[in-house]
């Protein structure tokens, strides 16, 4: 199956890379990280994450429901606010 979209969703100042796969009712993402830079990361393997398409069009598409998934899953050192704040500086 061939990926019918490729993203790049920012959580945390890392990015990842996130390809899409549409089957029937299914929506699949391949989520990897997109730059070397960033190691120790939460897809330093692939991760497979399936849905059904009907929940990915309520939350608002594809670039939407990954962005509140990754900010949710994909915790960082940039995720404590203190960090945030010391690598903004």
Known sequence: MQAQDTLIIWSYEVPYLAKVFKD???TT??????????????????RVWDFPTEVVDEMGGDK????RLLDTLA??????????????A
């Open 75 to 88: 915790p960082t050192k940039f995720a404590d606010p203190e960090n945030m704040a010391s690598a903004a």
């Open 64 to 67: 939407e429901q990954l962005q």
């Open 24 to 26: 029937h009712d299914i």
């Open 29 to 46: 993402y391949h989520i990897d990280r997109a730059d070397d830079d960033f190691t120790g990361t939460y897809a330093d393997e692939t």
